[in-house]
């Protein structure tokens, strides 16, 4: 079955340690995107990649990186300069002619 | 900038009655508008989308939503709630050749029996 995969669903860590957070697709979508999820907020778009190799910030990318080396896999590393980086973090992707992405499980991130 | 606007973080409904969730968008161009639903501790899911073809639009799990462009909104609706109707559902908007979505801050549907 085609879909998103991300990984772990649940991850604690330490404050002042980075993190990274796992995102494969099998959909074969070239494009795929990190939001970040808080309560009453929605969802706020951290990165997104249109094309393997290239990447773009999006609305609040302080304190994140990623990387697109492979066009199934787009990992967001969270760093120690994340001021508040407890959320829950959601993957997705989707092709370049349609404009509806995709979802997955996300993963929920604690730092203490 | 592009926006969407949801009214109400929360609407109730008992088992039954008719679902009806608010969406207004920003826009000078023509949009591609969306409704995902989102369980708790769970990614989203599509409902349904509108894409410049008919103005009443049907997605899954019996619900539709109509775009009219002279009020700027696409209310999603349902006719009669069901209890596993109970989510967060969020509506989001696109624009041609800019593939971001703008999300609205959601509203969360409670169903009582």
């Known amino acids: 079955d085609g879909g998103i995969t991300q990984s772990p669903k649940y991850l604690f860590r330490k404050e002042g340690q980075n993190v990274t957070l796992s995102c494969e697709q099998n959909l074969n979508h070239d494009a795929m995107y990190w939001y970040r999820q808080d309560p009453g907020q929605g969802l706020r778009l951290i990165y997104y990649s249109q094309i393997v190799n290239d990447f773009q910030k999006g609305d609040i990318a302080e304190g994140y990186s990623v990387s697109r080396e492979k066009k199934e896999s787009f990992p967001l590393t969270v760093t120690s300069a994340q001021k508040n980086p407890t959320a829950f973090y959601l993957c997705?992707?989707?092709?370049?002619?349609?404009?509806?992405?995709?979802f997955g499980p996300g993963t929920r991130l604690t730092v203490t | 900038a592009q926006s969407v606007t949801q009214l109400g973080s929360h609407v109730s409904v008992s088992e039954g009655a008719l679902v009806l969730l608010r969406c207004n968008y920003s826009?000078?161009?023509?949009?591609?508008l969306f409704w995902y639903v989102q369980y708790p501790n769970q990614g989203l899911q599509l409902l349904l989308k509108?894409?410049?073809?008919?103005?009443l639009v049907k997605g899954i799990n019996g619900f539709e939503a109509e775009f009219k462009k002279s009020e700027t909104s696409f209310h999603l609706t349902k006719p009669s709630a069901h209890m596993s109707d109970a989510a967060e559902y969020f509506c989001?908007?696109?624009?041609?050749?800019?593939?971001?979505?703008?999300f609205g801050t959601g509203t969360r549907l409670l169903v009582s029996p």
């Open positions: 509108y894409t410049s073809a008919a103005t």
């Open positions: 826009s000078s161009v023509p949009p591609y």
């Open positions: 997705a992707s989707s092709t370049t002619e349609a404009y509806e992405q995709y």
């Open positions: 989001a908007v696109s624009y041609t050749g800019f593939q971001k979505l703008v």
